[in-house]
T-cell receptor
Framework: NAGVTQTPKFQVLKTGQSMTLQCAQDMNHNSMYWYRQDPGMGLRLIYYSASEGTTDKGEVPNGYNVSRLNKREFSLRLESAAPSQTSVYFC????????????FGEGSRLTVL | DQQVKQNSPSLSVQEGRISILNCDYTNSMFDYFLWYKKYPAEGPTFLISISSIKDKNEDGRFTVFLNKSAKHLSLHIVPSQPGDSAVYFCAASEEYSGGGADGLTFGKGTHLIIQP
């Protein structure tokens, strides 16, 4: 039982390049989230998907796009990477109203040069 | 404007003593509060939570206290153990008032160091 799986775990990009972070869950949760963690900034919500077919902006959505491919998968795309997007990205899932608890993947460390 | 604040970036506590981590919030719509623990190179993991209808929740060595009038919560760890050394994030949501699927708002975290 993998829980929440993120790929890739590490990536180095040049400014202007594009890439997609993948997230898959086997917890049968409706809600999925993308957070970024920066030193001294905690975890900030980029985008979320409350259910299959819906996506909404979080606190820091600029420069990102998302796709909720199906119930299991939620991808985060950087169309034109910038050094300010150097961060650790975490995907999370949640059952929604039930408990509020989120389950996180191990993170994807992205460096933009 | 930061809605969830953890004003202590780090805290050092001797093994066996009590660790107290503090968290303040400004959004009065928050009605569910959680603490997450994070080790380096791992994702955050859920530790303990409390609903706004309670003022205390206990789980083994971990107790969370909520003071709604002060918009303050704290996490107590007794006794502290070396494995408790980690970054602790306070988080909040509008679980019951806002639907709960909007995600959690996190504080910046407190790095707890347990000294042997």
């Amino acid at each position: 039982n993998a829980g929440v799986t993120q790929t890739p775990k590490f990536q180095v990009l040049k400014t202007g390049q594009s890439m997609t972070l993948q997230c898959a869950q086997d917890m049968n949760h409706n809600s999925m989230y993308w957070y970024r963690q920066d030193p001294g900034m905690g975890l900030r919500l980029i985008y979320y998907s409350a259910s299959e077919g819906t996506t909404d902006k979080g606190e820091v959505p600029n420069g990102y796009n998302v796709s909720r491919l199906n119930k299991r998968e939620f991808s985060l795309r950087l169309e034109s990477a910038a050094p300010s997007q150097t961060s650790v990205y975490f995907c999370a899932t949640g059952a929604g109203r039930v408990t509020g608890e989120l389950f996180f993947g191990e993170g994807s460390r992205l460096t933009v040069l | 404007d930061q809605q969830v604040k953890q004003n202590s970036p780090s805290l050092s506590v001797q093994e066996g003593r009590i660790s107290i981590l503090n968290c303040d919030y400004t959004n009065s719509m928050f009605d569910y509060f959680l603490w997450y623990k994070k080790y380096p190179a791992e994702g955050p993991t859920f530790l303990i939570s409390i609903s706004s209808i309670k003022d205390k929740n206990e789980d083994g060595r971990f107790t969370v206290f909520l003071n709604k009038s002060a918009k303050h919560l704290s996490l107590h760890i007794v006794p502290s153990q070396p494995g408790d050394s980690a970054v602790y994030f306070c988080a909040a949501s509008e679980e019951y008032s806002g639907g709960g699927a909007d995600g959690l708002t996190f504080g910046k975290g407190t790095h707890l160091i347990i000294q042997p």
